[in-house]
């Protein structure tokens, strides 16, 4: 099996067709036939129909379809890794909640810098499956999640809670907050649990987002009210006018940091990034949580 058959299949699997894959690729069709027939020989099983439509995988091949593009990260992050070798003594590949790409992911960035001055830094943020998923694969050393999801293999350990407090265009109070432009904050299951306990009557509204990212574009363009965190909304509400919500209840998001267990004895990553990420969590928030220093770095 070789790295262009994994290629080629994947590239038909978007474009459903072996004559669009060839010009797209630079092969011709014979090519990528040949990639293919090399393909399910080495695996056992046919992965596309042929007909005159196009290709359609078949279950074997869209089963397959995530084992080829864990390959590709794989081989991809191993080239990575390995040139870095002879310019770094390491690297860390870190990925944070796509919430925090604003705020905090930047200062955790320039402070990584001064931590780990001899190590290679690849970062990235995401929602918390992919995430997980990433780590599960070996393509993250580090990832600080909202909602994780136990797996054997992984370790979790609270790092702070994150507070989300309602902002609006036009309501200064609870009580002014009209339900028909209220966005009903669907970012993560904890939050909407919290939700509905603080806001029962709030709680089934006509809008609902899933994302805090397109929950504040909506209120730029519509304007009405929307729960945020603690640090967008007062950049928010210092470059628009706007309003913290008096009365409306704080609502508390947990954070969460998420390393392979096998790499838990690796002090030097795993302090590192720990060392970097501490004085910039919420120090009403951090107190709570002090790292208890040893071999493996836990916050409690």
Known sequence: MQLDHIETFLDIMESRNFNRTADRLGVTQSTVSARI???????????????????????????????????????SQARHDVRAFNRFEGTLRVAAQVGMTRSILPGWVETLFQVLPKSSIHVESDYSPQMISDLSLGNLDIAVVYAPRYLPEISYDPLMVEEYVMVSTSARILSEVNPDTYIRPGYTVALEKAHAVALPELAIGRLS???????????????????????????????????VVEGAPALQQPVHTAILARRKHERSSVEGFARSIWPLCPWKVRSKYPIVKGDICRFF
Request: aromatic fraction near 10%.
């Open 209 to 243: 987002m899933g994302s805090e990212t397109l929950a504040e574009a909506m209120l730029r363009r519509m304007g009405g009210s929307c729960y945020m965190r603690s640090d967008d909304a007062r950049r928010y509400t210092a470059e628009r006018p706007s309003f």
């Open 37 to 75: 027939r090399n393909l399910e020989q080495a695996i056992g099983s046919e992965l596309f129909l042929r007909g005159r439509a196009g290709a359609e995988p078949t279950a074997a091949g869209r089963r397959f379809e995530a084992y080829a593009r864990a390959m590709l990260s794989t081989w």
